[in-house]
Protein backbone atom coordinates (compact mmCIF):
# COMPACT_ATOMS: atom_id res chain seq x y z
CA UNK A 1 0.00 0.00 0.00
CA UNK A 2 1.29 3.60 -0.90
CA UNK A 3 0.42 6.47 1.50
CA UNK A 4 2.07 9.91 0.35
CA UNK A 5 4.28 8.78 -2.05
CA UNK A 6 6.17 6.09 0.83
CA UNK A 7 5.48 2.44 1.09
CA UNK A 8 4.02 0.92 4.74
CA UNK A 9 6.88 -0.65 6.54
CA UNK A 10 7.11 -3.56 9.23
CA UNK A 11 9.20 -2.76 12.42
CA UNK A 12 10.29 -6.09 14.04
CA UNK A 13 12.08 -5.39 17.54
CA UNK A 14 14.50 -8.60 18.61
CA UNK A 15 15.55 -7.74 22.06
CA UNK A 16 17.72 -10.15 24.74
CA UNK A 17 17.95 -8.04 27.80
CA UNK A 18 19.10 -9.16 31.40
CA UNK A 19 16.69 -10.19 34.50
CA UNK A 20 19.39 -10.92 36.81
CA UNK A 21 18.82 -8.00 39.04
CA UNK A 22 15.42 -6.36 40.44
CA UNK A 23 16.94 -3.07 38.53
CA UNK A 24 17.69 -5.38 35.35
CA UNK A 25 13.92 -6.96 35.42
CA UNK A 26 12.14 -3.60 36.19
CA UNK A 27 14.23 -1.97 33.24
CA UNK A 28 13.01 -5.03 30.78
CA UNK A 29 9.45 -4.41 31.90
CA UNK A 30 9.60 -1.20 31.13
CA UNK A 31 10.73 -1.80 27.68
CA UNK A 32 8.27 -4.66 26.92
CA UNK A 33 5.70 -1.93 28.34
CA UNK A 34 6.83 0.85 26.33
CA UNK A 35 6.73 -1.53 22.99
CA UNK A 36 2.87 -2.49 23.75
CA UNK A 37 2.35 1.12 24.42
CA UNK A 38 3.07 2.22 21.14
CA UNK A 39 1.15 -0.57 19.49
CA UNK A 40 3.71 -3.60 18.78
CA UNK A 41 2.53 -6.96 19.26
CA UNK A 42 4.48 -9.95 20.39
CA UNK A 43 5.55 -12.48 17.89
CA UNK A 44 8.03 -14.39 19.72
CA UNK A 45 9.31 -14.48 23.10
CA UNK A 46 11.44 -10.73 22.85
CA UNK A 47 10.44 -10.60 19.25
CA UNK A 48 8.01 -7.89 18.52
CA UNK A 49 6.22 -6.24 15.67
CA UNK A 50 4.76 -3.11 14.30
CA UNK A 51 2.84 -2.06 10.85
CA UNK A 52 3.72 1.78 10.06
CA UNK A 53 1.58 3.17 7.10
CA UNK A 54 4.28 5.63 6.09
CA UNK A 55 8.21 6.64 6.41
CA UNK A 56 7.26 9.07 8.70
CA UNK A 57 5.15 7.04 11.15
CA UNK A 58 8.03 4.45 10.95
CA UNK A 59 10.58 7.30 11.45
CA UNK A 60 8.43 7.85 14.89
CA UNK A 61 8.49 4.50 16.51
CA UNK A 62 12.03 3.92 15.61
CA UNK A 63 13.10 7.03 17.76
CA UNK A 64 10.45 5.87 20.47
CA UNK A 65 12.67 2.51 20.62
CA UNK A 66 16.04 4.50 20.69
CA UNK A 67 14.90 6.58 23.47
CA UNK A 68 13.63 3.37 25.63
CA UNK A 69 16.78 1.04 24.71
CA UNK A 70 18.01 -0.31 28.64
CA UNK A 71 21.42 0.94 29.27
CA UNK A 72 22.23 -3.32 29.66
CA UNK A 73 21.49 -6.35 27.04
CA UNK A 74 21.14 -6.36 23.32
CA UNK A 75 18.51 -4.81 21.28
CA UNK A 76 17.80 -5.34 17.28
CA UNK A 77 15.59 -3.36 14.88
CA UNK A 78 14.53 -4.27 11.50
CA UNK A 79 12.78 -2.94 8.86
CA UNK A 80 10.39 -4.41 5.96
CA UNK A 81 8.13 -3.45 3.05
CA UNK A 82 4.62 -4.75 3.10
CA UNK A 83 6.09 -7.37 0.02
CA UNK A 84 9.38 -8.28 1.75
CA UNK A 85 6.97 -9.22 5.48
CA UNK A 86 4.72 -11.05 3.07
CA UNK A 87 7.33 -13.51 2.11
CA UNK A 88 8.17 -14.59 5.64
CA UNK A 89 7.69 -18.39 5.86
CA UNK A 90 5.75 -19.08 9.16
CA UNK A 91 5.53 -22.80 10.29
CA UNK A 92 3.87 -24.27 13.72
CA UNK A 93 5.15 -27.62 14.14
CA UNK A 94 5.38 -28.69 10.39
CA UNK A 95 2.20 -26.95 9.52
CA UNK A 96 2.65 -23.76 7.74
CA UNK A 97 0.16 -20.51 8.40
CA UNK A 98 -0.29 -17.17 6.63
CA UNK A 99 1.77 -14.50 8.00
CA UNK A 100 0.14 -11.44 9.68
CA UNK A 101 -1.91 -9.14 7.48
CA UNK A 102 -1.23 -5.37 7.70
CA UNK A 103 -4.21 -3.30 9.22
CA UNK A 104 -6.89 -2.30 6.57
CA UNK A 105 -7.47 0.80 8.44
CA UNK A 106 -5.83 3.82 7.76
CA UNK A 107 -3.66 5.27 10.83
CA UNK A 108 -3.75 8.90 11.11
CA UNK A 109 -1.33 10.65 13.23
Known amino acids: MHISGY ?14 TKVAKKQYTQFRKGLLQDGFAMMQYSVYYRHCASKENTEVHLQRIRLNVPPDGEVRITQFTDKQFERMEVYFGKRRTKTEEAPAQLEMF
Open 7 to 20: RSMWIIVFFDLPTD
